[in-house]
């Protein structure tokens, strides 16, 4: 079993959709949580991240995090097809070596 | 955000040369900063930890002497790839962490061994 899961999609939705991205983790000593935009040929771009359990948002987006469950999800509110991206999943586990575990990322497209 | 730069974006070499690509962060400092590979379609593999003024730590089954990796100071690590062959093209990509063990990536070297 991975220490991290993430379905890898891809995932198709139409403009203005709620988008749900999830990631599910087996190491219990994980707190910090990331998601991560990558575009095609470019490096990952940070969009949130949140330490220990609880919700963030910004702006379109809201970070959640259930450390009972080992589950995190990023939703995304009224999307665009500029969204269209692979959202990848890291966690690290403090203290630690700070290096972090990816998820395989979730390709998301968003239609016009 | 904090600004992670790295150079050349794109890089074409004939077999056996040697690549070095730069990554700086541009707005903090970064005590520790990683490189990964990435092959299409996959996610990232982490090739080593860098430490300001130490060796880098590498993942098993990268070679070190292969991979040459240099953190000159808390804004700037290197990696150079020695003697580069068809089966070294990838996408590398190097990220910086701030003191809130946050990483900040680069925009990515895609490398192409002729």
């Known amino acids: 079993q991975k220490e991290v899961e993430q379905d890898p999609g891809p995932l198709s939705v139409p403009e203005g959709a709620i988008v749900s991205l999830n990631c599910t983790y087996s190491n219990s000593a994980f707190q910090y949580f990331m998601w991560y935009r990558q575009y095609s040929r470019k490096g990952p771009e940070l969009l949130m991240y949140t330490y220990s359990s609880g919700n963030k948002e910004d702006g379109r987006f809201t970070a959640q995090v259930d450390k009972s469950s080992k589950y995190i999800s990023l939703f995304i509110r009224d999307s665009q097809p500029s969204d269209s991206a692979t959202y990848l999943c890291a966690m690290s586990a403090v203290p630690g070596t700070y290096k972090y575990i990816f998820g395989t990322g979730t390709r998301l497209k968003v239609l016009a | 955000g904090a600004v992670v730069s790295q150079h050349p974006s794109r890089v074409i070499c004939k077999s056996g040369t040697s690549v070095k690509i730069e990554c700086r962060s541009l707005?903090?400092?970064?005590?520790?900063m990683f490189w990964y590979r990435q092959f299409p379609k996959q996610s990232l593999m982490l090739m080593a930890t860098s430490n300001e003024g130490s060796k880098a730590t590498y993942e098993q089954g990268v070679e070190k002497d292969k991979f040459l990796i240099n953190h000159a100071s808390l804004t700037l690590s290197t990696l150079t790839v020695t003697s580069a062959h068809p089966e070294d093209s990838s996408f590398y990509i190097c990220?910086?962490?701030?003191?809130?063990?946050?990483?900040?990536f680069g925009a990515g070297t895609r490398l192409s061994v002729l």
């Open positions: 990220s910086a962490m701030d003191r809130e063990n946050i990483q900040y």
């Open positions: 707005d903090f400092q970064a005590t520790t």
